[in-house]
């Protein structure tokens, strides 16, 4: 492909090169398919000549990607420490260090350019070496550029937040419009093309303008796929065949798979059917690719799958992510059973645990035909994955599945091992009684064995049930316990693992010298390599401090625990992590912030089960406030989940939200109800915030003969001590609990309760306070928001309103401007204000919000 009207961004990218004489730098390109991003990158290159030393990694259209696919490319073209590395299989930290010990060479040396191609599809593990990479090139004189296909991303591709959280001093942007109108006629007008179907067709993307200008005065195709299908058509048979074969291969085939075919490859070549890529050929883009291979026949797929795939298995060192893609495409069980094994494993090394468990979920399929001891452990090693990334319910399958094996093979070690995890993953799912039961199972089996890790690990699981059921002093006993036995067998984990559960049982119980030992653990797990219990202990941390209304401390905790489960690919603590951040937010009264997070937890795959919890819960009070008609489905959501596991800190939360949302409504009846369903756990388990605030909501719905609950700002309350409760939330960072206690005080007190919840849109709550302003007899009280806006779900002005509407149909805030007669910066007053009552982040979330509200104005469909 030619390259035009590209002039810019080949400056840019030469001088952010220039620039890094400074330290390193990063382009991210960015464009639809075929609008020339691997063209631009590949000249850029060739202009750079011998300046540079440029590295080539791809990501591949694989069933599963690739682990660290680019990372390998890269090191066959650098060698040395970092290829023996990954021959090796190491560490991904020891991968990354060698990784960024190779590109800072001697000074002399050209400068490193480090080309990244389609992060779309791009393992995790990969983009954890672009954002742990990118955080550490600040002194490197080295140019990272990634490129990406943006229509193929969209707001909860994993890609999205690695992107984010590159340094934006060293990150550049390069965008790729389509060509214009005035390019595209030139260019037809070379080649006696008539240029209005040609833009039309196009719509101005390179690959298609190109493509569309081969046809060499033929009429023009409708589509990508007869422009390659038609050129097929005119090469010879066995050039046609290879073609076809290249077809079924991502990216590129290798120079084995298209041995012995010189004259063939040529053929294509110069047909224009295949280009030369690296050692091997591919398509010229992998639209052409997919429309050939789309093309065939099932049956002729399957087989050229099963040709590619025999000579891929003879390859020393090809990654076994190919194989399972070409053995799963050519129907071959017993190869996806063998490869699926090899590249779970492989995958599992490097930290990539959604991939490691897509590769040990397909090889899984066919487990029966593995011997009975080789089909446990295969399925406890999927089961650990799932574990890790996030995916319970999925791992729990495979863990039953492993025990019946071990139990019919009357290995009684193993047996108790598979429960103790069916424990640990039915908790995660929300399956209380399952947990409980499969916990007391554990032990029973496992002491009728000599003592070991098994055991002591089974102890720590009931001391870790206990502490998360409130149960402090039995959690303490059962943690003891695994500890001691844990420290006689010389077992590091397991103490660790108990000395979580106890330090987090402390720090509940109100010993302030616990949170220290909480910190101390984790730094302690994450230097033996401990990744899931070092972030449990941040985890707990973390959510202890929010359990007891300790928001100042908990904000930097929650921020910590998500940065080392972010890094540690731990996708359920993610999960469940945004949404605890959720409710942090909400509590500082930035709720645009906790509904992001809410959607973000909300929208992963993980629908059910502890981590959906905080963040249906966030969700939910703050649409209660706001008088959103979806808050009692998204609480009776809330109050399932939390059921499901009897918990106190799932329980009583959700029953002081559903009493709130109530009591909004006008029902202090069932407000009531909700709150003495709660109030009898948080007592049992002798919380003093959770019975405070349900005590407190008892109070709100008219109750009387209440329990005498600790001193506390719920207390004061009940108690009339608004201004004593208002400081103490202040001094807890507990912003909207303050507004709470102010609008039961003064005039001036209730007026500034009504400030901050008309700025939150919270129309109900600040209704409510108005209402019960007057029937106080107050006759100044602070007009609310104008009917209109009131009137509004989302508390917008009508003009905000008639601006999201136009959001929605897509404007840009110019056009919006010239419609509506205003200027630009009014326009970006008001979509940023939408934006902020709405809580979400993006024009793309205003829009998606505004339908599902019905604030567009138009009907549904």
Known sequence: MELWERSGQLELLGGLLRETAHGGRVAVVAGEAGIGKSVLVTEFARRCGPAAWVL???????????ALGPLHDIGRQTGGALAERLSAGATREELFTAFLDAISGPAQRPRPVVVVEDAHWADEATLDWLTWTARRIGRTPVLFVVTYRDDEVGAEHPLRGALATLPSAITRRVALPPLSRACVAERARLTGRDPEPVHRLSGGNPLLVTELLKAEGRAAPATVRD????????????????????SVIPTRADAAVVAGAPDLVDLCVDAGVLVPSGDGVSYRHELLRGAVEESLSPARRAALHRRVLGTLAGITGVDPGRLVHHATRAGDEAAVLRYGQVAGADAARQGAHREATAHYRAAAGYADRLPAPRRAEMLEAYAFQAYLAGLAEEGLLARRAALAVREELRQPGPAGEDLRWISRLAWWAGDARQAWEAAERAVAVLETEPPGRPLAMAYSNRSQLHMLAGEREAAVSWGERA??????????ETSVHAEINVSTARLAGGDAAAAAALREVHERASALGLADHAARALVNLATTLVQLAEYEAAAPAVERALAYATQQDL???????????????LARCDWAGALADADAALDRPVRDG??????????????????????????????????????VQRVCPVAAARSECFLLYGDPRRAAEEARHGLDLAVRARHPVYAGELTYRLWRAGETGLPRVEAGPYRM?????????????ARRGAAYARVEALAGGDAGAAAEALRVLDELGATRAAGGVRAELRRRGLTRVPRGPRPATAANPAGLTPRQAEVLALVAEGLSNAAIAARLSLSVKTVDHHVSALLGKLGVATRGQAAAAAHRLDLTGKPAN
């Open 56 to 66: 080539w990694g791809g990501c591949d259209r694989l069933i599963t990607p690739r």
């Open 571 to 585: 996708d359920g603590y993610l999960q469940y992590l945004l949404g605890v951040r959720a409710g942090v937010r």
């Open 610 to 647: 502890v981590a959906v919890v905080p963040a249906l819960l966030a969700r939910g009070r703050i649409q209660a406030a706001r008088g959103d008609r979806e808050a009692r489905a998204t609480l009776d959501e809330a109050a399932r989940q939390a059921e499901r596991t009897g918990e």
């Open 227 to 246: 422009l390659v299908l038609d050129r097929l058509r005119l090469l010879p048979r066995p050039a046609r065949e290879l073609a076809h074969l290249v």
């Open 717 to 729: 309350m009940i108690d009339g001590d608004w201004a004593g409760a208002a400081a103490e939330w």
């Open 483 to 492: 500890r001691t036995l844990a420290v006689r067998l010389g077992d590091v």
